[in-house]
């Protein structure tokens, strides 16, 4: 697969630097450039050098990683992200996309059992997995994918050139490694925000077929997975435990899993297309 495309990926990535709306990013994704002369006409001379600079050291930086942007006209570009009401103009991707998986969620301080149970059914689904690199139920997933020889995809909420949190480098390069793949509608090099996390979830929920909460509190960040997944009409599952997450789900539609991982496996499976 080619690696990037400068005619294509130098300009979004200028645009983005330019904090253009998704909606004529979106456009010029798809090769049309007029919403974006009309967004331009209005920046000065200095702002439009800094972000041609930038976009060549952000090009540099994806092609020195082996990376690539993935626009809604590529092949790989996961299908589910139709159903967003606001889909990303581009993914940064290192590694390649499966079609579909299945997103398994849950809380940073989940405890041994839960993280265990999300190991051992990343496993056993035997179908990619993706999640969000967190620390808890998220890495649990990956390492439980990785261990089974099965591809798992890390949406991130920083630039692909960074890792959030840091101590999951290893990791990471583990997922790519594994011919999984790291994503991001970010700049190589952009840091994480509160938002920029929340950002992520729409599109782990989007890309999967079906999405499962382990474990997590009412308030927890993979609520808003669950939420994007119920907005994209995903089956949703979510373990029986009194998590005040798991029952808000379950209360509102989630279909209930037991911690017999065999059995959740085949309750998870029976749904997939």
Request: charge should be neutral; hydrophobic fraction near 50%; glycine fraction near 8%.
């Amino acid at each position: 697969m080619p690696i990037t495309n400068p005619a294509r990926d130098l300009p979004l990535l200028a645009a983005w630097r330019l904090g253009v709306p998704l909606r004529p990013l979106r456009a010029l994704a798809l090769g049309d450039h007029a919403p974006l002369r009309v967004w331009l006409a209005a920046e000065s001379a200095l702002r439009l050098a800094e972000a041609r600079r930038d976009a060549h050291a952000d090009l540099a930086t994806l092609e020195a990683l082996g990376a690539r942007l993935v626009t809604p006209a590529d092949e790989d570009w996961p299908a589910g992200f139709a159903d967003l009401r606001d889909p990303p103009a581009f993914l940064a991707v290192r590694g390649p996309l499966p079609p579909t998986g299945v997103a398994i969620v849950g809380a940073r301080d989940a405890d041994d059992r839960a993280r265990s149970f999300a190991h051992d059914l990343a496993a056993r689904l035997r179908q990619p997995i993706i999640s969000g690199l967190a620390r808890g139920i998220d890495a649990a997933a990956h390492r439980g994918a990785i261990a089974a020889g099965v591809p798992t995809v890390a949406y991130v909420g920083t630039g692909i050139a960074r890792t959030y949190p840091p101590e999951h480098a290893e990791l990471a390069e583990a997922i790519v490694g594994a011919d999984g793949a790291l994503a991001a509608e970010r700049a190589p090099h952009d840091g994480v925000t509160r938002w920029s996390l929340v950002r992520r979830d729409r599109l782990q929920a989007a890309h999967a077929a079906a999405t499962v909460l382990v474990v997590s509190d009412a308030e927890g960040g993979a609520m808003h997975t669950m939420q994007f997944a119920r907005a994209c009409g995903r089956p949703r599952f979510a373990l029986e435990t009194e998590a005040s997450g798991n029952v808000a789900a379950l209360r509102e539609g989630a279909q209930r899993l037991p911690w017999d991982v065999e059995e959740a496996a085949s309750r998870i499976l029976a749904v997939l297309p």
